[in-house]
Nanobody, 116 residues
Framework: QVQLVESGGGLVQPGGSLRLSCSASGFTFSSYVMSWYRQAPGKERQLVVRITPGGGSSNYADSVKGRFTISRDNAKNTVYLQMNSLKPEDTAVYYC?????????WGQGTQVTVSS
């Protein structure tokens, strides 16, 4: 069955870094747009960044441009989110998403907390 499993979340101080991973199985990973979303308490889920199936293009939310970097390894069926210069407002549950024209899949989320 389809699985998206996020890992790498945790507690980090402001200005710190984390690297999230999302390991995929059960579908043709290299054919899907992969995205990271986040949802803070009391707020709607929002798109952080997406990357094309081949990895050649990505689109970032303005709030994370220059600080976050998405990458994917289609041989390992994994997408990554490198998060630098973290701010308290980056605190949220981060979700991995896979989609094509017909299907969309979600992971269970990983908590990122930025606090001193």
């Amino acid at each position: 069955q389809v699985q998206l499993v996020e890992s790498g979340g945790g507690l980090v101080q402001p200005g710190g870094s984390l690297r999230l991973s999302c390991s995929a199985s059960g579908f043709t990973f290299s054919s899907y747009v992969m995205s990271w979303y986040r949802q803070a308490p009391g707020k709607e889920r929002q798109l952080v960044v997406r990357i094309t199936p081949g990895g050649g293009s990505s689109n970032y939310a303005d709030s994370v441009k220059g600080r976050f970097t998405i990458s994917r390894d289609n041989a390992k069926n994994t997408v990554y989110l490198q998060m630098n210069s973290l701010k308290p407002e980056d605190t949220a549950v981060y979700y991995c998403n896979a989609r094509n024209l017909a299907y969309a899949y979600w992971g269970q989320g990983t908590q990122v907390t930025v606090s001193s």
